[in-house]
């Protein structure tokens, strides 16, 4: 799996970017912690085979949340969702979501082991894995779809095994199958690689910055300066 700090990274970064007005310590937690909710399908796994990157991973969690948001904020004549939380509340739903999708599924689709997108439907996991140059010779190349490829899979992604035939090790479930071993090696992995460290130095750097203008914003407003 993605290590837990490299996605709480990323949807920090993702609620400095996208959450504006409505940005302050309590709306980033619940983005942050909507980035980590895909990860607790490793804990599934200790007695629903398989289930690590897949049970929460898959599409249908965030097309329903996303589908039944959209409906009754945006069809609707009246939001129950934003007479109860406000305008403000609405964006940070949309932007939690947006952080479960990137951050939560995105981390084990693009660098990770992959994603069961389509679980319990269909058993592959898939990656997003490839380049995009642009050559002399040979024009645009692009190796992230395998358009017209046969493979056992039904998305034009690459495919890295089964839910199941190849279960997902974490720290929590070391070997990736049902069952509790208290005397297994756990491996809690802070970051794989130097782009994961870059990535969480920038995220803490970027949230260090954003509270400190909202804190000095907040003493303007309120006739403090220095």
Do not use: C, K
């Not at 689709?109 to 990656?127: S, T």
């Amino acid at each position: 799996m993605t290590p837990t700090l490299v996605r709480a990274a990323v949807g920090a970064l993702l609620a400095a970017a996208l959450l504006g007005g409505a940005f302050d310590r309590r709306a980033v937690a619940v983005v942050v912690a909507a980035a980590l909710v895909p990860s607790l399908d490793a804990a599934a796994s200790l007695a629903v085979p398989g289930a690590t990157n897949a049970l929460l991973h898959a599409v249908w969690a965030p097309l329903l949340v996303g589908g039944l948001l959209y409906w009754d904020t945006t069809l609707r004549a009246e939001s129950t969702f934003r007479d109860r939380w406000g305008r403000r509340g609405t964006r940070v739903a949309w932007v939690a979501l947006a952080s479960f999708v990137v951050a939560g599924v995105g981390s084990a689709l693009f660098a990770g082991e992959g994603a069961a997108l389509l679980y319990p439907l269909e058993d592959a996991r898939y990656v997003v894995r490839g380049r995009l140059v642009f050559s002399t010779r040979d024009g645009v190349v692009q190796t992230f779809l395998a358009l017209g490829s046969e493979g056992p899979g039904i998305l034009p992604l690459e495919r890295v095994g089964g839910a199941v035939a190849d279960p997902v090790t974490s720290w929590i479930n070391p070997d990736g199958r049902p069952g509790l071993d208290p005397g297994a090696d756990r491996e809690f992995r802070v970051v794989d690689g130097g782009w994961q460290a870059v990535v969480v130095a920038a995220a803490a750097a970027t949230l260090a910055v954003r509270f400190r203008m909202g804190d000095e914003d907040a003493e303007v407003d309120g006739g403090v300066t220095h």
